[in-house]
């Protein structure tokens, strides 16, 4: 006994590893020899004996045996060894066989004899003696080979062992949920002996009792295993008194003095177990416990899901709701004697009030733990789409809902009514936006039945009580005008730039530190050396590189010196062909090359148009060397000064693409130069008060040279009072060091935005490094995630803009493109910015970006760690393995990863059903072979289809206001289930839609944008025009006219329209535009004149491409085009232009390109004073020379805001 009670104190059984290894080895050795099955069962039967020997520490079991079965260990590894004696392994065999046989005839229950040693680590003892028990009686269960004939379980006694691993598991369950709060494990000798004799005996009875190679009566064997099993399973079970009562001495050890070690690993897996083991002994039960077990199961449901600081509070319920459990069996219980006298040590426990007391605590906790998962920050608009979504559901469900929903109704009331009296009231806001998840996330459970009724009633009736009670606080606010706690009180902001030359002569004029730089690098760029030379500029994030560099790309010098100029961005995400594409689409502006080439017929082309033309490039954000790589073959050197800019933070890789002169690296600002900058910022061309120079030095000084922050700080500034106490607290809040952080400046940004904009900013976190953002798609995705709210006066579309010109005006925000009525186009972020919305978004829970390596990515989230905004960064072959994590996302958008073109999506449909709640769902960079049908929610999707694509999607998609699809080539035909969607307001096919068109088509009266249409007649286009009365921004294309004028003049709210002719299509005579129309763009068209373009009254922009009129001669008349401000012609068919004195009173900008026909520029525009700027591009030298004398006589007239651009 002294071994076995030393073997157990080392707290590890006999180490068979060695063993196992021996084993592999010898049958990788010997394949085909049948001696290797001996082994092992001979392996198998020394894994019984350790379990055995394990028994002895604390039983008197077999104690004769227990010597023999010490020394048969290093018998058997020294056996194995000699294994190629063959006599070895069957001597081994058959002492192995009598052993058995001899504990056989010896072996009966194991009662304890003694008690465990204290200095045995016995909660890990018990949990790895009950894991193996466990492994190998399933072992036992699956064995099917003939030769195992000896281990193969009797069929009667296959369906009991079963039985007892499953009662074995959910003791295990116990287990570790007991070892995991375990600080005084003496104090629970009798719960663990009690674990290790019925787990042992299990085992043993399992063993001793299989069919003996000699035994002749199978049946025998058989019925005494059974009878064994079954007087097994009453001891495991808390049926007998003797066993309840040790399982409530146990839970009443826990409860009274011991707390869980929440830093366990798994510690929510031991929770759901134990609970898993609660439920089981419900149902074991003769009575029927229905509410007790819909409790329990609730809560094992919501366990999984919890947070950890979460799972601390949930003990004491899963304790109760144990103790209640066990006593339940008691209650049964009518005819045992011991009843009476035993209940005076287990507690009598009120079920009617423990149950109660239970259901409010695991309310509380599951409260808590949906809460958790809430974003911190949010914008109000979500709670006008929750509040449309219960009405949706209150409709479709109101049987379903019939027990709450007029509590429901009373929620949507108290939440209507503070949308329409509070516009922002900062963490009243997010409360309400809480409480609509809160009742939403109810609704549905209560539809689906995953959440009881007795939770329904309790966390209904509190969220009543908290919505009436801030309606109440914020009413309060608002009547005693505390205006300090009211937090929408934006400064109306004007946009920044007005048109792209405005941008140039901005940057110009923000170049403050960067003089000398420019000098020199402009004279780099246009003089020197006549071979292709690399001028790179190297900087830390936040010195100004971009900002240089584009400054020089658009300098007017170096602008006339190159034939062609294109830029790229490279950023940590890239792919070659998207560069490629990206330089070829810029030096041929006007040239449509297909996404479909492949990569080295792309770089094949670009390398051929650079060769014969001086060029020049701008390759920013370079971050590997291999980038550079990538590009360099494309760029030749045919000795005619063309050069390339690249821009990076990394000194190796502009020595690695030096080819000439060196790398120019940019140094930080100093304080005088800092304090230029952000004078300019803040006051533009007005001077600095005199009040506010030593405050402002000082501030201007913390922002540690770097020129991002000033601007930053500047942005802060730009909204805060021009007096000294203000401007000494904008001091204080950046801190008391001498220069500050980066990092602490943007957060210090960030906290002075108003709480309407903080969401907005934290949305930039969705996307890339460098992307330059689309504004029609970011306002179009905030919109749909319910960032901005739902206004009585202003369209959606018009107050995201308005949010964005803010951010704008904050600088935090910068504008990369500007259309030619003056409006942001498109925008991009700083990377700094980039990644402090990314940390803080997930800080928030508001959104997370996950990044795989090159798309092979699994997931290792828990479903509660994931917000309700999810961006990942992989290809979306392994989507699938996502799905069960992803059930509550709002907001899904698959990314490019590094180096990674298009991914696709196999049976997407299917792949998207689990997500069910999706309001976002952004596929831009994903093939998809199927449309997503079951999402309900959805309001935006952006999704990849394969050339020529007939998308087919349900009429479900009833919420639906976005749609975008980027075909790979051809047309995309939508189906006649489109025509359902009738709150879809922008709908985007690339390259060309095809419409199914009948005669019963629904109006979609909200459609406000709609391109690229292609009709293959005007009598189709008309029918669809019919069908979409107020939209506003229309690009599309007819193949023929076949009798019937385009009815343009139907849609009376058109502002924008770019509408091109098909190769075959005859001269048109009216086109019956509408007068509402600000933008017009006609490419390819054969019309008569353009006299009914004159005369359109509200137009600003007009785009002529490739038009044939009638006339060699355009005149232009004193009553035509009265407000247009942007004219652009290209390649038109007249030679001579003629106009009046007072022509285009209004024009601004005059964009004239590969005008071969037109030999001068009329000279009337010599003394345009309203003139800022003409761009001339491929036309006639005599054109350019006239434009020259245009710009002499500007300058003379001293109009200093004209700009004249030549490109060759």
């Not at 005059?1150 to 009337?1164: C, G, N, S, T």
């Amino acid at each position: 006994m002294s071994s076995s009670y030393e073997y157990l104190s080392t707290g590890r059984f006999y180490d068979l590893s060695y063993l196992e290894k021996l084993r592999q080895k010898w049958e990788s050795d010997n394949p085909g020899i049948h001696n290797w099955s001996q082994i092992n069962v001979i392996y198998m039967n020394l894994k019984f004996l350790d379990m055995f020997h394990s028994l002895q520490s604390f039983t008197t079991v077999c104690c004769d045996v227990t010597q023999k079965v010490q020394a048969v260990f290093p018998c058997a590894e020294s056996g194995i060894k000699r294994i190629d004696y063959l006599f070895e392994v069957k001597s081994m065999f058959d002492k192995l066989e009598e052993i058995k046989l001899e504990i056989r005839d010896e072996y009966s229950f194991p009662e304890a004899s003694q008690p465990l040693p204290s200095n045995v680590a016995i909660p890990e003892f018990v949990k790895r003696f009950i894991d193996n028990v466990v492994m190998n009686l399933s072992d036992l269960l699956v064995i099917r080979h003939p030769f195992y004939r000896s281990w193969l379980v009797p069929g009667s006694s296959r369906q009991q062992m079963g039985e007892v691993v499953k009662e074995l598991k959910l003791l295990r369950n116990f287990v570790y949920f007991i070892s995991d709060r375990c600080t005084d494990p003496q104090s629970q000798h009798a719960f663990f002996t009690h674990v290790l004799v019925v787990a042992g005996h299990a085992a043993m009875i399992s063993w001793v009792n299989l069919p003996n190679l000699k035994s002749k009566d199978i049946k025998v064997a058989s019925a005494k295993m059974n009878a064994s099993f079954s007087d097994l399973q009453m001891k495991i079970q808390p049926i007998q008194l003797c066993v309840r009562k040790i399982y409530i001495d146990v839970l009443q050890a826990l409860e009274s003095g011991w707390h869980p070690n929440i830093q366990a690993e798994d510690v929510a897996a031991y929770k759901a177990g134990f609970v898993e083991t609660l439920v089981h002994c419900l149902e074991e039960l003769p009575i029927t416990f229905k509410d007790h077990m819909a409790m329990l199961n609730y809560l094992k449901a919501n366990l999984i899901n919890l947070p950890r600081e979460a799972l601390k509070d949930l003990d004491a319920a899963i304790i109760d709701a144990g103790l209640l459990v066990y006593s339940l069996y008691g209650s049964v219980e009518e005819k045992e004697e011991m009843v009476v006298v035993e209940l005076n040590q287990v507690p009598v426990l009120d079920l009617s009030s423990d149950i109660q007391g239970i259901q409010a605590l695991i309310y509380l906790i599951t409260r808590k733990s949906f809460q958790s998962q809430l974003p911190k920050i949010e914008g109000l608009g979500s709670i006008d789409i929750i509040l449309d979504h219960l009405k949706e559901l209150l409709s479709l469900y109101s049987d379903s809902l019939s027990s709450i929903k007029s509590k429901v109704g009373t929620i949507q009331q108290q939440l209507e009514r503070f949308q329409k009296k509070h516009d922002e009231v900062g963490s009243f806001g997010m409360q309400m936006i809480s409480k609509a998840y809160e009742v939403d996330h109810l609704v549905i459970g209560c539809i689906n039945k995953d959440i009881p009724e007795w939770c329904l009633v309790l966390w209904i009736g509190d969220i009543i009580e908290e919505i009436t009670l801030i309606v109440r606080e914020t009413a309060e606010i608002h009547e005693n005008k505390v205006s300090d706690l009211v937090l929408h009180n934006t400064t109306d902001v004007a946009t920044p730039h007005t048109s792209q030359f405005d941008r140039i002569t901005s940057m110009s004029e923000e170049m403050v530190g960067f003089d000398e730089v420019v000098n020199k690098l402009r004279r780099q760029l246009i003089g020197g050396l006549s071979g292709l030379d690399v001028i790179s500029i190297v900087g830390m994030p936040g010195l100004g590189k971009t900002t240089l560099a584009s400054k020089l790309f658009f300098d007017q010098l170096v602008v006339s010196h190159f034939d062609v100029r294109a830029q790229c961005c490279v950023s940590q995400v890239y792919t070659r062909k998207d560069l490629l594409l990206t330089i070829l689409r810029g030096v041929k502006k006007d040239a449509v090359i297909s996404d479909n080439l492949p990569e080295n017929e792309l770089a094949d082309k670009l390398r051929k148009l650079l060769l014969v033309q001086r060029y020049l490039i701008l390759v920013d954000d370079v971050w590997e060397k291999i980038a550079w790589d990538y590009l360099k073959p494309c760029f030749c050197d045919a000795n005619n000064r063309s050069r390339i800019i690249v821009t990076t933070r990394l000194g190796d890789v502009a020595y690695h693409a030096q080819l000439v002169s060196d790398p120019h690296f940019l140094r930080l600002f100093t304080p005088e130069e800092s304090w230029m900058l952000l004078k300019n910022k803040v006051f533009n061309t007005r001077s600095c008060p005199l009040v506010l120079e030593d405050v402002g030095q000082k501030i201007a000084q913390k922002c540690g040279g770097l020129p991002l922050s000033v601007v930053l700080v500047a942005g802060i500034l730009e909204t805060t009072e021009k007096e000294k106490h203000s401007w000494e607290q904008v001091a204080i809040n950046l801190g008391s060091h001498l220069q500050v952080k980066s990092d602490d400046i943007i957060n210090l940004s960030y906290q002075d935005l108003p709480f309407h904009l903080k969401p907005c900013f934290l949305y930039f976190g969705v996307f890339s490094e460098d992307e330059e953002i689309q504004v029609s798609k970011l306002t179009w995705l905030w919109i749909a995630e319910g960032l901005v709210k739902t206004h009585k006066e202003k369209l959606s579309e018009d107050l995201a803009e308005y949010y964005l010109k803010n951010l704008i005006g904050k600088n935090l925000v910068m504008v990369s493109k500007i259309s030619s009525d003056g409006k942001i186009k498109a925008c991009r972020i700083h990377d700094l910015l980039l990644d402090f919305c990314k940390q803080k978004a997930k800080v928030e829970n508001f959104l997370q970006c996950i990044k795989g390596d090159n798309g092979n990515m699994n997931p290792s989230y828990q479903k509660h760690s994931i917000p309700r905004r999810l961006c990942l960064h992989f290809q979306g072959d392994n989507l699938s393995k996502w799905s069960s994590i992803c059930s509550d996302v709002q907001s899904f958008h698959l990314m490019r990863g590094k180096r990674i073109g298009l991914s696709s999506i196999a049976h997407a449909s299917h792949t998207f059903n689990s997500f069910k709640f999706l309001w976002v769902l952004n596929l831009e960079f994903t093939v998809i072979d199927s449309f997503p049908e079951a999402l309900t929610c959805l309001r935006y999707v952006a999704v990849r289809v394969a050339e020529d694509s007939s998308l087919s999607f349900s009429a479900n998609l009833v919420n639906l206001e976005t749609l975008i699809v980027k075909g790979l080539g051809g047309r995309v035909t939508l189906p006649l289930t489109l025509w359902k969607m009738v709150k879809l307001r922008h709908l985007h096919i690339y390259n060309h839609v095809v419409f199914n068109i009948n005669n019963s088509l629904q109006k979609l009266d909200d459609l406000r944008t709609l391109s690229s249409a292609w009709f293959s007649c005007t009598e189709d286009m008309n029918k669809v025009f019919e069908n979409i009365p107020n939209l506003q921004k229309l690009r599309c294309e007819v193949s023929k006219f076949d009798g019937y004028d385009p009815a343009f003049s139907n849609l009376t709210k058109l502002e924008i329209l770019k509408f091109s002719w098909g190769r075959g299509a005859v001269w048109a005579y009216e086109l019956n535009f509408p007068p509402s129309l600000k933008k017009l763009t006609l490419s390819n068209c054969r019309i008569f004149s353009l006299e009914e373009i004159a005369t359109i009254p509200r137009l600003v922009v007009l785009k002529l491409l490739h038009i044939t009129i009638r006339s060699k001669v355009w005149k232009v008349t004193d009553e035509q085009f009265l407000h247009l401000k942007f004219l652009k012609l290209q390649d038109p068919s007249f030679s001579e232009w003629n106009i009046s004195d007072d022509a285009f009173p209004c024009l601004e900008h005059l964009v004239l390109r590969r005008l071969q026909h037109l030999q001068k520029i009329p000279y009337r525009f010599a003394d345009m004073l309203t003139l800022k700027s003409i761009e001339v591009m491929a036309c006639t030298q005599s054109l350019v020379e006239s434009a020259e004398d245009i710009r002499e006589t500007q300058e003379e007239i001293q109009n200093s805001k004209f700009k004249l651009f030549i490109q060759k």
